[in-house]
């Protein structure tokens, strides 16, 4: 099980002074929390893509090529990279790039984005967002397994002989994710291609979720990638803790009932009874987690949420504090204990790499065969 945190980058007003943070002042707190990421042990930083205020993480490479400069273990991920509005070729060279800077601690969760005015600012037609998906993506994948691409679609112009560069390290493209909360038609995608797929399941109730991660289970056996029970799922979170819970729903209360993406709608209270979030003590922060493979299944990544709407950088620092002694221990422990021997790890450069070179050599054992027979 792969466990981390998740930013989106909200610049937000603390609801308890009415201080909002400046762009730098955001900017650097992400960095700080991908650092703390690393130092309590936690395994993937994530952040996501937006081109609108009030976020402010636009560029995610950039962000992630700096914090791979400063981290040596944690493994940097996009949450999401905007497959949509986004040049496939673009896509292909600042990743690529971004794996060799990092040593291939780096995967990607490709998602289409909830915010309807991106698309004209990027010359796109928001009514097109799932065939955007579908056509980018699958020119993305030729970009990172074919040395020289022809190609032609809708969207883009066409390619002829053309060469992403740098090429991937190693010969192994990052690992990618596909990220949805409500399109089936992503979840399908994910599993044609038997790539991984991520419900950040903040905003629905448990029996979206379940259909949705079904979904994607029996088409990625259906498209022989193995078992349904053995895709490739992550899922997000939210989390406050304090150690007591009485204590922890006090704090957070203010800020949920102010966010800019929840607050004003359903109470503190209804809202964690629906989705996946938790307010309370390090134990139910424990016990509702776990009880989110009750639902799906067992899965790979788990993504918590815990530096948005206006919660001020040394509150959320103590946060991860909290989550990285008393919470992700146990976590590692109960899902360890309860996955099947077949249920694959989530893949990583080095187990890709490896994955590689043995079809390489099988290939070439292969040929030998045939010569000797010939």
Do not use: C
């Amino acid at each position: 099980m792969q466990i981390g945190v998740f930013t989106v980058g909200d610049v937000t007003p603390d609801p308890t002074n009415g201080r909002t943070p400046s762009e730098a002042e955001r900017i650097k707190a992400m960095v700080t929390i991908g650092m703390k990421a690393e130092e309590i042990g936690l395994d993937v930083f994530a952040t996501g893509e937006h081109h609108n205020p009030p976020f402010v993480p636009s560029s995610p490479t950039t962000l992630l090529g700096y914090l791979a400069a400063r981290t040596e273990r944690l493994l940097l991920s996009t949450a999401t990279t905007l497959i949509t509005t986004n040049d496939p070729v673009k896509i292909a060279e600042d990743y690529a790039m971004l794996q060799h800077l990092s040593g291939g601690r780096v995967d990607l969760m490709m998602g289409r984005g909830n915010t309807g005015p991106v698309y004209p600012w990027f010359g796109k037609d928001i009514r097109d967002g799932v065939a955007l998906a579908v056509e980018n993506y699958a020119l993305l994948r030729r970009l990172w397994r074919e040395d020289v691409v022809d190609w032609e679609g809708r969207f883009r112009t066409p390619l002829q002989g053309f060469t992403s560069t740098p090429r991937p390290l190693d010969g192994v493209p990052p690992f990618v994710w596909h990220a949805s909360i409500r399109s089936p038609e992503i979840a399908e995608q994910a599993a044609y291609y038997g790539d991984g797929f991520f419900h950040n399941n903040i905003f629905w109730d448990s029996g979206h979720v379940r259909r949705m991660v079904q979904l994607y289970r029996r088409r990625f056996e259906h498209y022989g990638h193995g078992a349904a029970d053995q895709a490739i799922v992550g899922l997000g979170g939210q989390v406050f803790m304090r150690k007591n819970s009485q204590d922890a729903v006090r704090e957070f209360r203010p800020y949920f009932d102010n966010a800019p993406v929840y607050g004003h709608g359903p109470s503190l209270e209804d809202f964690s009874e629906l989705t996946a979030l938790t307010v309370g003590s390090p134990q139910q922060v424990i016990d509702k987690t776990l009880s989110f493979a009750d639902n799906v299944g067992d899965y790979q990544r788990q993504l918590f949420l815990m530096d948005h709407a206006g919660l001020p950088l040394k509150t959320v620092l103590e946060q991860m504090d909290i989550l990285g002694s008393e919470v992700v221990p146990v976590l590692r422990k109960e899902f360890a204990a309860r996955k099947p021997a077949h249920v694959p790890e989530a893949p990583t450069h080095a187990s890709l790499k490896a994955a590689a070179e043995a079809a390489r050599e099988n290939v070439t054992e292969d040929v030998t065969d045939e010569e000797v027979v010939a």
